[in-house]
């Protein structure tokens, strides 16, 4: 069975034109090695006719205008047998020529209700290494953070880490310090241990996960770069925690929930907090470096810490593991001061989320005072807790303050003027023994869940801020924070401040902005209750809120009941309506003493 017909490929932009011979199965044009894979029936017998009769030599005549056609043809490869063909579309078929065919709209009027696409439409994204967020396959740069698509910058294996040798050099098999030279040159201790590399989510979804190890290698990273540490810092040996100690903090049921998963090679308290075989023993050992931390600290061994730990521990409350955390690190390490000695205790909570957990643990305990800037917005930001109202309970009352913001984009002056008139103040008049901070990065500016705009040099005078209180005594324990960029050059900048270095004077001078302005009015009217050292400021800011309000209420009123037209601004009566109207009072700068 064979038939005479026009190969139909494009060579060039024009058709072929060759003749060949129709075999059964594969169909090669000799002029222009054109294949076409499939088969045309012959269905003569059936009362149905061969597509290839449409493209006999005869119609060679017609194909002038479609020679100039720059659209490659597309007809289908093969018509299955058991589809009738009717009458008039045969009639119809032999009276055409291929220029009309090509050009019709419909090819056929068939039920085509089966018909499926040979593949799916599938739209591809990547991942940004940096901050998670999903972009277009079409992109190079993620449009959340700018990274780019191929930085391999933070994908560093644990075995590559410069970190884990200094542990090593630094710790003698029975425990004690190797390196006592290295006490001499700086008295700022690091808590790290690679094992806490190992909690990680098993289950793969549809985005990954913000809480990863990779946040770890990137402060990691960081500090090796500026010389930091292995350098400047020694480290403490790590250790787990002990089952005593926990219990201090957490009921016996929730220390047994998590330890139950290190049985489990996949598991989840909620939604968002997941852990694995290696979690349980992950977080034994960050509450355990935060324990030995403040206690060498509190003795005298080292001024100040930071403990690079994972996984976080400020939601963590009393009987619950939440919103990435499953040991509360901040509260533990209170704990083991008190019973090393302190007295009194600071807790400041600098991540964007409240920390409800830590609130929870020590709402009635006076001898802990725990202060968090947080992001609110009325509640309807994670957690939802942390109003300005929470101010503890019994013996408490009065010793958790909360700076609730109501909106997101909150920068350095915002936070800078809380710690000036509200921070500060408050953490003086308590004095405490040590002060510990609940460092989430998460409010720095590119962070994609905190969403507002702190900079590293904003971390680092909000640091160097707290090294006047309690003598120095300050250890700061990672808490969020989920751009890697973001997240080690903050941690740097912190590091930096307790090493001795002085932040950028040029934060010195700060206005705040309104809605900052009005929650830290908010936040002192509440505590002056219980701290009068607020008093003093809180009658100056409001007074001067008062002034700017009423200008601002004033200008308002002029606009709305205009004296004069308003092309009275551009001709001779300007002068009028600059008496009038003055200056719009957006345009007004606002000051106010942050001394």
Not at 169 to 195: M, P, W
Not at 514 to 520: D, F, P, R, V, Y
């Amino acid at each position: 069975m064979a038939s005479e017909t026009l190969c139909t490929s494009l060579k060039g932009k024009k058709i072929c034109g060759e003749n060949k011979v129709n075999e059964i199965h594969l169909r090669e044009c000799q002029s222009c090695s054109y294949e076409s894979h499939g088969k045309f029936h012959s269905m003569s017998g059936n009362g149905s006719t061969n597509l290839s009769r449409c493209l006999h030599k005869g119609s060679a005549q017609n194909l002038g205008p479609l020679s100039a056609m720059p659209n490659q043809l597309d007809l289908p490869s093969e018509i299955p047998v058991d589809r009738p063909i009717s009458k008039q579309r045969m009639k119809h078929e032999r009276d055409s020529t291929l220029q009309e065919l090509y050009l019709q709209d419909e090819y056929d009027d068939e039920d085509d209700s089966d018909w499926e696409p040979v593949s799916p439409f599938i739209i591809k994204k990547w991942f940004c290494t940096n901050c998670t967020m999903p972009n277009f396959d079409d992109v190079c740069h993620c449009e959340v953070c700018g990274e780019d698509r191929e930085c391999e910058f933070f994908r560093l294996g644990p075995s590559e880490s410069p970190i884990q040798q200094e542990v090593k050099l630094a710790i003698n098999s029975d425990g004690s310090h190797s390196h006592q030279d290295l006490c001499s040159k700086s008295r700022t201790v690091i808590g790290f241990d690679e094992r806490m590399l190992l909690h990680t989510e098993v289950e793969m979804k549809s985005h990954p996960h913000p809480e990863r190890p990779d946040r770890l290698k990137a402060i990691a990273s960081s500090l090796a770069v500026a010389g930091i540490f292995p350098g400047k810092c020694y480290a403490i040996p790590a250790r787990e925690i002990t089952k005593e100690e926990l219990l201090r903090v957490h009921t016996l049921d929730h220390i047994e929930a998590v330890q139950h998963t290190s049985h489990m090679l996949a598991s989840y308290f909620t939604a968002d907090t997941y852990a694995n075989e290696h979690s349980a023993s992950a977080s034994r050992l960050a509450a355990g470096l935060c324990a030995d931390l403040a206690c060498t600290i509190l003795s005298g061994s080292a001024k100040n810490g930071f403990a690079m730990v994972r996984p976080p521990g400020h939601h963590a409350g009393v009987a619950q593991a939440m919103g990435f955390c499953l040991h509360n690190n901040a509260a533990v390490a209170s704990l083991a001061a008190q019973s090393a000695g302190a007295k009194k205790i600071l807790i400041v909570d600098w991540d964007v989320h409240h920390g409800n957990g830590t609130q929870e643990i020590f709402e009635g305990n006076k001898s802990v005072l725990y202060i968090s800037l947080h992001r609110h917005e009325n509640g309807r930001f994670y957690p939802g807790t942390g109003a300005v109202d929470e101010v503890g309970s019994m013996d408490g009352e009065g010793f958790s303050v909360n700076i609730p913001w109501n909106c997101g984009g909150v920068g350095d002056k915002d936070y800078i003027f809380a710690f000036q008139h509200v921070v500060i103040p408050i953490a003086l008049q308590f004095d405490p023994d040590i002060t510990i901070v609940s460092a989430g990065f998460d409010a720095a500016r590119g962070d994609p869940l905190g969403c507002c705009d702190v900079t590293p040099a904003g971390y680092a005078q909000m640091t160097h801020m707290l090294s006047s209180v309690s003598q120095g005594k300050l250890l700061v324990i990672l808490e969020g924070g989920y751009n890697l960029r973001s997240i080690s050059s903050s941690a740097t900048a912190v590091v930096k401040v307790l090493l001795g270095e002085n932040p950028s004077p040029q934060l010195n001078n700060n206005v705040p902005s309104k809605a900052g302005l009005q929650t830290i009015l908010q936040v002192m009217e509440v505590q002056m209750k219980y701290w009068p050292i607020l008093k003093p400021d809180f009658m100056m800011l409001q007074s001067q809120w008062n002034m700017v309000a009423a200008a601002i209420r004033d200008q308002i009123k002029r606009l709305a009941h205009p004296i004069g037209p308003v092309w009275w601004k551009w001709g001779s009566k300007q002068f009028i309506y600059k008496r009038v109207y003055g200056k719009p009072y957006w345009r007004r700068r606002l000051r106010f003493r942050v001394g």
